[in-house]
């Protein structure tokens, strides 16, 4: 969508680039009764060197890639190029300023969202839902909110929040039950957790460990948040989280940035986790190559 409103936008892609140079990328919009939105233009690359240093680099890829972040990413980064990672879980900003620097514009965008790619080439929008925009370490700045204005401009809903940390573990809320149940219960769809009350009443444990990690960071979320947790997972439908999709394609999933981060810091701080240390302790066996 960026890149059709006119920014000059150039993606790489690395184990996708022959199917999407051949096939084109589009974009399925179910709330618009299933229009196709082609990319075009579509500038794609296969070698990072090939694109240069960049005013911005937007990060979408898992975060079981982070480590690999600095390698992948050098070739774009000159001393004035800024930061916009739109990945899940916790983590992934510091991940970045450690690699190039805390000094840096680095700005999160959480996706509330139901998109899922179902092919190499073709993502599909269930719920369009909205972007949540943080930067780390302080408020939203001018260059932050230059790409904010540039997602509106795209039509895509955006949110802005001042506290990032805050942001971040309100998302946990929903990340970590309904992505890791889905996987732990059976490789099952977000419907079948609200319809079973065991998990429903697991799942609610799961925010409540989160809303009191949350706490010990001088970081309050109301009860009536959580409930909101089940009303907005309701029109879903039997929704597949990604990392059940991941974990039903054999690929990685993202284990440390959506369970094992919050984990350690909520227990850090004193926090008895004993729900999420179950949870945690189920995936890692599950995801285990």
């Given at each position: 969508?960026?890149?059709?409103?006119?920014?000059?936008?150039?993606?790489?892609?690395?184990?996708?680039?022959?199917?999407?140079?051949?096939?084109?990328?589009?974009?399925?919009?179910?709330?618009?009764?299933?229009?196709?939105?082609?990319?075009?233009?579509?500038?794609?690359?296969?070698?990072?060197?090939?694109?240069?240093?960049?005013?911005?680099?937007?990060?979408?890829?898992?975060?079981?890639?982070?480590?690999?972040?600095?390698?992948?990413?050098?070739?774009?980064?000159?001393?004035?190029?800024?930061?916009?990672?739109?990945?899940?879980?916790?983590?992934?900003?510091?991940?970045?300023?450690?690699?190039?620097?805390?000094?840096?514009?680095?700005?999160?965008?959480?996706?509330?969202?139901?998109?899922?790619?179902?092919?190499?080439?073709?993502?599909?929008?269930?719920?369009?839902?909205y972007v949540q925009f943080g930067q780390y370490g302080s408020s939203l700045n001018q260059e932050a909110e230059h790409m904010v204005r540039a997602f509106e401009e795209a039509n895509v809903n955006v949110k802005r929040v001042d506290s990032l940390d805050e942001a971040l573990w309100r998302k946990l809320c929903w990340n970590i039950p309904f992505n890791g149940l889905s996987i732990a219960c059976g490789g099952i769809t977000t419907d079948q957790i609200l319809s079973n009350p065991p998990y429903r009443a697991r799942a609610l444990r799961l925010m409540q460990e989160i809303q009191a990690g949350a706490l010990a960071y001088g970081i309050g979320i109301e009860e009536s948040f959580l409930d909101r947790q089940f009303s907005l997972t309701e029109p879903m439908g039997a929704y597949r989280p990604s990392s059940l999709i991941d974990y039903l394609e054999g690929k990685p999933v993202e284990v440390e940035t959506i369970w094992g981060v919050p984990l350690r810091r909520a227990l850090s701080k004193g926090v008895v986790m004993d729900e999420l240390t179950y949870l945690y302790d189920e995936l890692s066996s599950l995801t285990k190559s």
């Open positions: 969508m960026l890149a059709n409103s006119g920014v000059e936008l150039s993606f790489l892609f690395r184990s996708t680039y022959e199917a999407v140079r051949q096939k084109g990328l589009f974009l399925v919009h179910h709330q618009e009764d299933g229009r196709e939105e082609r990319v075009d233009p579509l500038q794609l690359y296969k070698d990072p060197s090939a694109i240069g240093v960049c005013d911005w680099v937007i990060v979408a890829v898992k975060s079981t890639a982070n480590g690999k972040l600095e390698e992948i990413l050098s070739p774009l980064v000159g001393e004035q190029t800024r930061f916009l990672t739109l990945q899940n879980g916790i983590g992934n900003v510091e991940n970045l300023a450690g690699f190039f620097g805390r000094h840096r514009t680095i700005l999160a965008g959480l996706c509330f969202t139901c998109i899922n790619r179902t092919e190499a080439n073709r993502i599909e929008s269930l719920l369009p839902g």
